[in-house]
């Protein structure tokens, strides 16, 4: 899935298409994302190269990322952080920085990224792994 304007948009967002918990949160924020100055692109999605998006697969895998319209990369909570304000909740995203609140939204995401898959229910056989790309540029 990948949507937005004609013209570039301030943030790409990469995320896993394939995890419900990513899936269910970008379609709340694309019913929000009314002017289009959020892309998002399905790192799952078929044809999708990580070369693309200038990050290593297992890289793209164990964290979300997104790209500003500069071609900066950030990762984990700022990319939320950036998605939200672009989205018109500058408030909130204001109260994500305080330093307690900062930590400890770190901490909670990098929690959450490590056990995603287990949280799935896409683990294989006891592995909770992502899944490999292979040279076609499929998940494998």
């Given at each position: 899935?990948?949507?937005?304007?004609?013209?570039?948009?301030?943030?790409?967002?990469?995320?896993?298409?394939?995890?419900?918990?990513?899936?269910?949160?970008?379609?709340?924020?694309?019913?929000?994302?009314?002017?289009?100055?959020?892309?998002?692109?399905?790192?799952?999605?078929p044809?999708?190269?990580?070369?693309?998006?200038?990050?290593?697969?297992?890289?793209?895998?164990?964290?979300?990322?997104?790209?500003?319209?500069?071609?900066?990369?950030?990762?984990?909570?700022?990319?939320?952080?950036?998605?939200?304000?672009?989205?018109?909740?500058?408030?909130?995203?204001?109260?994500?920085?305080?330093?307690?609140?900062?930590?400890?939204?770190?901490?909670?995401?990098?929690?959450?990224?490590?056990n995603?898959?287990?949280?799935?229910?896409?683990?294989?056989?006891?592995?909770?792994?992502?899944?490999?790309?292979?040279?076609?540029?499929?998940?494998?």
């Open positions: 899935m990948a949507t937005g304007p004609s013209s570039a948009p301030a943030l790409e967002v990469f995320f896993d298409g394939a995890c419900p918990f990513c899936e269910r949160e970008v379609r709340f924020l694309e019913r929000r994302n009314r002017r289009g100055l959020v892309l998002f692109t399905d790192i799952a999605g044809g999708f190269s990580p070369e693309r998006a200038g990050v290593p697969w297992d890289a793209l895998m164990a964290r979300i990322h997104a790209r500003l319209a500069d071609g900066t990369l950030v990762e984990g909570v700022e990319v939320f952080r950036r998605v939200y304000a672009l989205l018109g909740f500058g408030p909130l995203v204001a109260v994500t920085r305080l330093p307690g609140l900062s930590r400890l939204l770190d901490a909670g995401y990098d929690w959450f990224a490590r995603r898959m287990r949280l799935a229910g896409r683990c294989d056989e006891g592995r909770c792994e992502a899944p490999r790309r292979v040279a076609a540029g499929r998940a494998g």
